[in-house]
């Protein structure tokens, strides 16, 4: 099993940035790819980045030139940098592990891990 903890969530102002982390135990090794998640109230979860432990990454349109998903292979965490939030941004972050990058690619519906989510809040 692999357990994931989101961290870092909370209320921004428009234009400014958060970093969620990612803690990741257990079976690490079935971890290659990790990703980042979000789901708006209303709406759908919708992918928004992925990224491997060999640094191979992948946006959503949406936030790219804005977020940043990095990786800290020696602690077993995955990072999202958020700068110039805006309030579309409001969500509910999960964190996802999965073996392969091609899962996010195709959506991800079916990624093998999930953590339980960190809340984002960005006023106007």
């Known amino acids: 099993q692999v357990q994931l903890v989101e961290s870092g969530g909370g209320l921004v102002q428009a234009g400014g940035s958060l970093r969620l982390s990612c803690a990741v135990s257990?079976?690490?090794?079935?971890?290659?790819?990790m990703g980042w998640f979000r789901q708006a109230p209303g709406k759908e979860r919708a992918f928004v980045a992925a990224?491997?432990?060999?640094?191979?990454?992948t946006y959503a349109d949406s936030v790219k030139g804005r977020f940043t998903i990095s990786r800290d292979n020696a602690k077993n965490t995955v990072y999202l940098q958020m700068n110039s939030l805006k309030p579309e941004d409001t969500a509910v972050y999960y964190c996802a592990a999965d073996r392969t990058l091609a899962t996010y690619l195709r959506g991800g519906s079916d990624v093998d891990y999930w953590g339980k989510g960190t809340l984002v809040t960005v006023s106007s």
């Open positions: 257990g079976r690490t090794f079935s971890t290659n790819a």
């Open positions: 990224i491997t432990w060999g640094g191979t990454n």
